[in-house]
């Protein structure tokens, strides 16, 4: 079975950048999708990125266009979201989730999850 850990998280000011991970402990991450979704208080959880399972297409938010990137290193079972140009208004829960094969962009189309890290992003 699929169990995703998050890290990378932190307190951080604006402009600056942070790396997240998504790594399996169990199974391989090879055959999966992975999204990142980000959630905040009061608020649905939403799609940040998502990469396919070969890697080979990503899609990301409008909102994080152009500053975020997704990867992933199937070797090391590891998916990667690298977080530029940080905003203020990208302080989230970040969390991980994987399905097979291809992107979903609404979580209920996830059937595995990480517990999350926090992002915050100081003014």
């Known amino acids: 079975q699929v169990q995703l850990v998050e890290s990378g998280g932190g307190l951080v000011q604006a402009g600056d950048s942070l790396r997240l991970s998504c790594a399996t402990s169990?199974?391989?991450?090879?055959?999966?999708?992975v999204g990142w979704f980000r959630q905040t208080p009061g608020k649905e959880r939403e799609f940040v990125a998502g990469?396919?399972?070969?890697?080979?297409?990503?899609d990301y938010t409008d909102s994080v266009k152009g500053r975020f990137t997704i990867s992933r290193d199937n070797a090391k079972n590891t998916v990667y979201l690298q977080m530029n140009s940080l905003k203020p208004e990208d302080t989230a829960v970040y969390y991980c989730?994987?399905?097979?094969?291809?992107?979903?962009?609404?979580?209920?189309?996830?059937?595995?999850w990480g517990q999350g890290t926090q992002v915050t992003v100081s003014s």
């Open positions: 169990g199974r391989t991450l090879s055959a999966y999708a």
């Open positions: 989730a994987a399905r097979l094969y291809y992107i979903r962009l609404t979580p209920r189309e996830y059937d595995r």
């Open positions: 990469i396919t399972w070969t890697g080979a297409t990503t």
